[in-house]
């Protein structure tokens, strides 16, 4: 395990090396029945489109120069359109933002570097001027209790999808949504 992990950067515009580190990510950090689903093709071109999207948290967790994370959030309206038919429950919130995307290296997944980009994210919301937060969290891989541990106290919903089409349709996943108080 890695001691220290560096810093987090926020993507503001395009730039072809950032893009390019963002879809080796995905591609190094997906289990590789994820890669084939019926959308992939669409993906390179949606992630260069959305670096130039202000309405776009996106973030590079960086170890020397290497990229070794990302994440991506979006507006919780545009989440929840996305997301209507496998995530019925999923309401509107004009001031609460969706974690689309949360991809680490496999080799650095026991250094918090999830935990890292959560944060970094939460301050780029604050700079926003928000603080409302939502998710769905994978289970198996033991992501959504790192968390519910994290934020116990501050979670406002949390409930379960058991056959999350997003994983294939054989894995459950928790939807967690949270006001976030720094402390």
């Known amino acids: 395990m890695r001691a220290r992990l560096a810093g987090v950067e926020a993507v503001r515009k395009f730039d072809e090396k950032t893009w390019r580190e963002i879809l080796k990510l995905r591609q190094d950090s997906l289990p590789e029945s994820w890669r084939s689903l019926p959308s992939e093709a669409e993906i390179p071109e949606w992630y260069r489109e959305a670096m130039d999207d202000p309405k776009y948290i996106m973030l590079i967790l960086r170890e020397a120069k290497k990229a070794i994370g990302y994440l991506m959030a979006t507006p919780q309206n545009e989440a929840v359109e996305e997301l209507k038919e496998a995530d019925p429950l999923m309401r509107e919130d004009e001031g609460r933002y969706y974690v689309e ?83």
Not at 104 to 133: H, Q
């Open 101 to 183: 995307i949360i991809h680490i290296l496999p080799d650095y997944r026991k250094a918090n570097g999830s935990v890292k980009l959560i944060f970094a994210f939460l301050d780029e919301l604050a700079k926003k001027g928000l603080n409302r937060t939502s998710m769905h969290v994978r289970v198996n891989n033991g992501m959504s209790a790192v968390v519910q541990k994290l934020f116990a106290g501050q979670l406002t919903e949390i409930r379960r999808i058991e056959n999350w089409k997003y994983y294939g349709g054989h894995e459950p996943t928790d939807y967690i949504e949270g006001t976030y108080i720094k402390k």
